[in-house]
């Protein structure tokens, strides 16, 4: 069984931080990316970022670029994303999602949400301006 442990949303004002983590268990190997995707209030879901478990590559929606960074600690299987400069178009609730990476030669964010397979419950992230 798949699970994920997410933490780190929360209110802040534009211009802020946050950090959310999340804990993955239930997968055995490195043949997987892990990363976000998001429900704003009005708009469809987004996918925000993702790394590559096997050889860390990172990617990122174009308006996160420069401002969000995600990372990967191996040993406690966990995730990160790191939020700064946060505007108020970054409000939505932030899913921790897993996807392989094996049904496709060349990776991509878009391919992250593409081939998404397990996701948690999500936490919340509200930006005021």
């Known amino acids: 069984e798949v699970t994920f442990v997410e933490s780190g949303g929360g209110s802040v004002q534009a211009g802020g931080s946050l950090r959310l983590s999340c804990t993955a268990s239930?997968?055995?190997?490195?043949?997987?990316?892990i990363g976000w995707f998001r429900q704003p209030p009005t708009k469809q879901r987004e996918v925000v970022s993702c790394i590559v478990r096997s050889d860390g590559s990172a990617y990122y929606k174009d308006s996160v670029k420069g401002r969000f960074a995600v990372s990967v600690d191996k040993a406690k299987d966990t995730a990160f994303l790191q939020m700064k400069a946060l505007k108020s178009e970054d409000t939505g609730v932030y899913y921790c999602?897993?996807?392989?990476?094996?049904?496709?030669?060349?990776?991509?964010?878009?391919?992250?949400?593409?081939?998404?397979?397990?996701w948690g419950k999500g936490t919340r992230v509200t930006v005021s301006s």
């Open positions: 239930g997968f055995t190997g490195d043949d997987y990316a």
């Open positions: 999602a897993v996807a392989p990476t094996t049904y496709e030669s060349s990776w991509s964010l878009t391919a992250f949400g593409r081939f998404l397979e397990h």
